[in-house]
């Protein structure tokens, strides 16, 4: 292995030239893994604090939960029975300043709760007085937000459905916050015994009763999986849902881990384009070292000798590249960690976290291989002759097959790993299919822009024109920067364009489709004996368009066709669900297999059920399906079909059984009123005058929810696509950088055979322009692509090509690289011809 | 006078300060003469040839070309002024690399706004025997070609003033006289005034005045008698 050794001794000479001319070289390699290693440092760190905090973030070690109703005298007693125990009740109302509809009201999310809340952690308040004390009587702590829509302090009163409460505390910190799921409103934590008769918890309203268990100090995981097997047995058809510590914020983990792993191959995206700059850098400096290359062979190195001299060499720099990455990594959390905890509702400690770094390292390091050893391969084709011939460079066309079948080797890794690594293998490898097909693509936009440029040049258009003639004879000629520059530039910008086109789409579903079809108000909780006086109101008055209301009640889906539940894995046959009755058919339904009942129906009981869900759960006319209503068993044929649109916003229930079987179960109604803007607050106020155990669901608001937590995503992304642009730009500052030499050389000689410095301006900024287009229109044609795979395949929703985003995409990639054009046009401008031709002489 | 120096001066900033590269030059070339410039190197030889192309910038006197002065000109209106009126051979040829042979040669007359700039283009590569390589790169010709198509590109336009700094310089002997040939023949088809920078005392006689600088300073002006001319 003397060859080895030998190559060590000339890198380590080479080496001694310092880093000069390999900064972009570094930038572009620390940038792509200084994201993925900040990305992953967050995501671990978060769901470190998840696994970590969850007893806290649960507000105990388990919980059992139940829809709509209070577990029952026999339930509560048998999980009381196996731990301490405390119960909470959660759903929305209507917070009002006082009675009548001279009250303003806003919606919350109320939190009552008994003496032992919480099990676990600390409610913090202002003023500092004890949670007792501030919940004793009708005393009410309400969110700061809460308080400030309704114009209250301390001290005011506040009303919940009839009963008149009193603000004792404002909101600091609820410790269990991050494990409650999506509010729509802010938070009202009141003691249960101050509801008592609020008319609040009727049967059938809206309400989640959750039982927190305080488990023995010392019960480990695996004692907690025996008990949840226990409990699911004793509580099984009940609907009760069963979460402990280990898994406290599933929402808040599934986010954090879905949109990490989503910016991390954002990041992945980004090293490719980082990867061109690495590629152009190793490129220029092997072109640069090919004298050198030469004299090595002439004096008896082997082309495997020099191959691994300048392999090592380019492992060093790459060694350098990802050190300076993981070190940016690491301090970026650190720095944005006040930013990035304000934003959780759960706890977060930013820290040093191994893995994310070593997978960013493992990324970073393949990606240097992969884009590195095309040119280095190179260099065992360089003929010692170049010596005394005019050297242009390394020797064109394939390398070895060994270096082929390397590089193949490590690109399958690359995508491996992301695919492993990432958990979602099937994003992964789509995304790495796109990253690959983009770059395939680009590489051919490249050549393509490069042969039209070579024909445009020699076309009538062209001649008489000097300065578009020497941009395309520029763009289209030997040794220019077009390959380095649309590839980079257009791979940053087909991952913006991508995101661009995906958050546009969104977007515009929300603001264009929605409002059209979405009614105003939802109305919950209407109890049966206040169904005709809302009526009344709402539908005598003339602003509201269309009022559509249905019965609403609880059940649990026991069997299907004589299969229980539990062997579905479908959201129809977890927990409870809501479900209705009717006699007629509601207007505007379409039946789409079978027949409604005939009116009047009373035999046995029938199920019309939503399309959809019975093709996913494979249920056809005539099965029975077995429902636990309340306590009571409830088993009815599925003899119709229904479309249900749930994208309307209006009301769509799976199951809709005939009026008969249901109408003595306990339940309340449901209305949707689409009213004009103007009218709404009206028709709040006196709805909840009369009724103020009425909750009423701004849609508008909703929406409003929606659409920030959907900025909130798109913001993310952003910051991801953003690093990927910062890295595509400065390749192309590379690019133009590398190119300035030549253009300064080429300025010279334009000068002295006549040309203005207006000209030349002119024919840099036309090329500029072109690369920039070029990558543009790659961009915008990747985008859509991309924008229609994530949309369709994964978000399975309908995509429509968004024309502004689009073309903003194309003139910033245009204008980016006039500007990086133009910032490295002055020099050549500036230049004295004399001083640049006779340097070369 | 086609070309006037008076008192011309250079300075340049170089890494170790200032260094003076000519010294109150003053000298004459009257139309259609050829001047050859010789001396050793480092005399400063090609630094006053740049300063009659306007190429460098005189620290003091004055350069004037067909009575127009280069030193009150800025770098456009210098461009503009070579357009019409001069052509500039290198020593190492100084084509743009990315454009075939038939675009730099064409490149001058479309800045001179000439209709058909690439017949011209096309003619003037016939007449140096390249009529039949347009379509090539620099890259894909011999040193000896690529000085053709540079003296193609200098002479092109018709210039009153053909500059040529060491033309030969990076050539063989044999196609450094073909080169040489060349030159003097575009030079008495056109009737151009000829200065040219050489280190060889041929190409030197075979000029009408022979003007030797040493450190910067004119030493020594010898013109050819009639009888060396025929």
Redesign the interface.
């Known amino acids: 292995m003397t060859w080895l050794a030998q190559a060590a001794r000339i890198a380590g000479r080479e080496l001694r030239g310092g880093l000069g001319g390999f900064y972009i070289f570094l930038a572009c390699l620390a940038l792509g893994v200084a994201a993925i290693a900040a990305v992953g440092s967050v995501r671990v760190s978060i769901t470190e604090g998840l696994e970590r905090e969850g007893r806290n973030i649960l507000g105990g070690d388990a919980e059992i939960e139940w829809d709509f109703r209070r577990g029952s005298e026999a339930e509560r007693a048998y999980l009381a029975s196996l731990g301490t125990m405390s119960e909470i009740y959660d759903f929305r109302s209507m917070a009002a300043t006082g009675e009548g509809i001279e009250a303003d009201r806003a919606l919350t999310q109320v939190k009552a709760v008994d003496d032992l809340y919480p099990l676990v952690g600390a409610v913090e308040i202002a003023p500092d007085i004890s949670l007792d004390k501030a919940l004793a009587g009708n005393g009410v702590i309400v969110h700061p937000v809460l308080a400030d829509r309704l114009g209250l302090e301390v001290g005011d009163a506040l009303w919940l459905g009839t009963r008149e409460l009193t603000i004792t505390a404002l909101l600091q910190r609820e410790p269990d916050a991050g494990g409650d799921g999506f509010g729509l409103g802010p938070r009202t934590l009141v003691s249960s015994a101050a509801l008592a008769g609020a008319g609040l918890l009727a049967e059938g309203s809206l309400f989640e009763t959750k039982y927190r268990l305080l488990l023995p100090p010392d019960t480990t995981d695996e004692a907690l999986d025996v008990l949840r097997a226990q409990v699911e047995v004793e509580l099984e058809g009940t609907g009760a849902r069963w979460r402990d510590r280990r898994n406290a914020a599933p929402q808040v983990e599934r986010f954090v881990k879905r949109i990490g792993s989503f910016l991390v191959l954002v990041g992945l995206a980004g090293l490719a384009v980082g990867g061109v700059g690495v590629s152009a850098a190793v490129r220029a400096y092997l072109e640069r070292k090919t004298p050198v290359i030469a004299t090595l062979k002439t004096v008896g190195a082997e082309g495997r000798t020099i191959f691994a001299a300048y392999l090592m060499q380019i492992g060093v720099l790459a060694g350098i590249g990802i050190l300076l990455g993981l070190i940016l990594g690491v301090l970026i959390p650190l720095a944005a960690a006040p930013f990035i905890e304000a934003q959780l509702p759960v706890p977060v400690a930013l820290g040093v976290h191994p893995f994310p770094l070593v997978e960013a390292a493992l990324y970073g390091a393949l990606t240097a291989l992969i884009f590195t050893l095309w040119p280095l391969a190179r260099t065992e084709q360089v003929r010692a002759a170049s010596l005394f011939r005019d050297a242009s460079g390394p020797a064109r066309g394939f390398p070895r097959k060994r270096y082929m079948a390397a590089l193949a080797v490590a690109v399958l890794v690359l995508i491996g790993s992301s695919a492993w690594l990432s958990g979602i293998p099937e994003l992964a490898l789509y995304a790495s299919g796109g990253i690959l097909a983009a770059l395939a693509v680009l590489i051919g936009a490249a050549w393509g822009v490069r042969v039209l440029s070579r024909r445009l040049a020699r076309t009538r258009l062209a001649r008489g024109n000097p300065a578009l003639r020497l941009a395309l004879g520029a763009v289209g000629g030997p040794g220019g920067e077009a390959t380095a520059v649309v590839l980079s530039l257009g791979l940053g910008l087909t991952v913006l364009a991508a995101v661009g086109q995906i958050d546009a789409n969104m977007r515009a579903a929300i603001d264009r489709d929605l409002p059209e079809v979405a009614p105003s108000y939802f109305f919950v909780d209407i109890q049966p004996n206040q169904l005709e006086t809302f009526l009344d109101r709402v539908q005598g008055d003339p602003a509201v368009s269309r009022v559509d209301y249905a019965p609403m009640l609880g059940g649990v889906v026991q069997s299907i066709d004589g299969t229980p539940a539990r062997e579905f894995d479908h959201w129809v046959t977890r927990g409870d669900r809501r479900i209705s009755f009717a006699d007629t058919l509601p207007p505007g339904t379409r039946i789409t297999g079978g027949e409604w009942w005939p009116e009047g129906y009373d035999g046995p009981p029938q199920i019309s059920m939503a399309q959809e869900e019975a093709d996913e759960l494979g249920v056809e006319l005539g099965d029975e399906i077995v429902m636990n209503v309340l306590g009571r068993e409830v088993a009815g044929t599925v003899t119709s079909f229904r479309e249900v649109d749930f994208s309307s916003g209006g009301i769509g229930f799976v199951l809709i059984f005939n009026e008969a079987a249901l109408r003595g179960a306990p339940h309340t109604w449901l209305s949707t009123v689409y009213a004009e803007q103007e009218a709404e607050g009206q028709i709040l106020r006196d709805v909840a005058g009369d009724a103020p155990n009425i909750t009423a669901i701004r849609v508008r608001d909703a929406i409003d929810l929606v659409t920030e937590a959907l900025s909130a995503l798109a913001a993310a992304t952003s910051w991801g696509a953003g690093a990927t642009l910062l890295t595509g730009f400065v390749v192309l500052i590379g690019a133009a950088a590398a190119g300035e030499r030549g253009r300064v050389f080429e300025a010279s000689v334009l000068k002295t055979v006549g040309a203005t410095r207006g000209t030349i301006l002119t024919s840099f900024a036309i090329r500029s322009a072109l690369l920039g287009a070029a990558a543009g229109v790659v961009a915008i044609l990747g985008g859509a692509a991309a924008g229609w795979g994530v949309l369709t395949l994964v978000m399975e929703a309908p995509y429509a090509f968004e024309p502004v985003s689009a073309l903003a995409i194309v003139l910033g990639g245009a204008l980016a690289t006039l500007l990086a054009g133009l910032a490295f046009a002055w020099r050549p401008l500036a230049a004295r011809p004399a001083r640049i031709l006779r340097a070369q002489d | 006078m086609v070309l006037s120096l008076r008192d011309v001066s250079l300075s ?1 900033q170089g890494n170790a300060g200032v260094v003076d590269i000519l010294h109150d030059i003053s000298l004459e070339v009257a139309a259609k003469e050829t001047v050859g410039l010789v001396g050793p190197s480092g005399s400063g030889k ?2 006053l040839l ?1 300063l009659m ?1 306007g ?3 005189a620290t003091s006197g004055a350069v004037e070309a067909l009575g127009h002065d280069l030193t009150a000109m800025d ?2 209106a ?3 002024f ?3 009126h001069m052509g ?1 051979v ?3 040829f ?6 075939t042979a038939l ?1 730099n040669v ?3 007359l ?4 000439v ?1 058909d ?2 017949d011209r283009a096309a003619a003037e590569l016939d007449a140096v025997g390249l009529g039949h390589r347009t379509g090539h ?1 620099p ?1 894909q010709m011999s ?1 000896g070609e690529q000085q053709r198509v540079a003296l193609a ?1 200098a002479a092109a ?1 018709r210039p009153d003033i053909l500059l040529a ?2 033309p030969t ?1 990076n050539l063989d002997q044999a196609t450094g006289a073909a080169i040489m040939d060349l030159l003097f023949g575009l030079r008495d088809r056109h009737g151009a005034t000829l200065v040219l920078v050489t280190h060889s005392q041929e190409l030197a006689d075979r000029c009408d005045r022979t003007i030797r600088l040493v450190d910067g300073r004119l030493d020594r002006e010898t013109r050819r008698t009639a009888e060396a001319a025929e």
């Open positions: 340049l090609s630094s740049m192309g190429l460098e910038r770098e456009d210098l461009a503009r070579r357009r019409g500039v290198f020593q190492s100084h084509l743009i690399p990315t454009m675009e064409a490149t001058p479309e800045l001179a706004g209709a700039a690439f790169y890259a040193g590109r336009p700094d060491e310089g």
